[in-house]
């Protein structure tokens, strides 16, 4: 069975950098980060893939990346706007052949003051 849990999130000011942390257990094929503004709807932000570290569909000023000793996957976010706030989570998939995220995580949440 896949956990996965963030960390990372909190208040920061406009232009600051954050660093959001995904440690995971399990079998995984691929992890990305959604994040999910106010009143909008759920985004991808970027994806990696576990065995290779290959990663996409990474949204600007962002950068995802696996530490493989740690089991764990970053997301850093620089630049940061009020834009950027928003509830982020990490989600994952333990096969080539799934088409759904199937394991998530309970989220971490990110406000950006202007």
């Known amino acids: 069975q896949v956990q996965l849990v963030e960390s990372g999130g909190g208040l920061v000011q406009a232009g600051d950098s954050l660093r959001l942390s995904c440690a995971a257990s399990?079998?995984?094929?691929?992890i990305s980060w959604f994040r999910q503004a106010p009143g909008k709807e759920r985004e991808h932000v970027a994806g990696?893939?576990?065995?290779?570290d290959n990663t996409y569909s990474v949204k600007g000023r962002f950068t995802i990346s696996r530490d493989n000793a740690k089991n764990t996957v970053y997301l850093q976010m620089n630049s940061l706007t009020s834009e950027d706030t928003g509830d982020y989570y990490c989600?994952?998939?333990?096969?080539?052949?799934?088409?759904?995220?199937?394991?998530w995580g309970q989220g971490t949440q990110v406000t950006v003051s202007s």
């Open positions: 990696i893939r576990w065995n290779d």
């Open positions: 399990g079998h995984i094929y691929l």
């Open positions: 989600a994952a998939t333990n096969s080539a052949d799934s088409r759904v995220y199937a394991f």
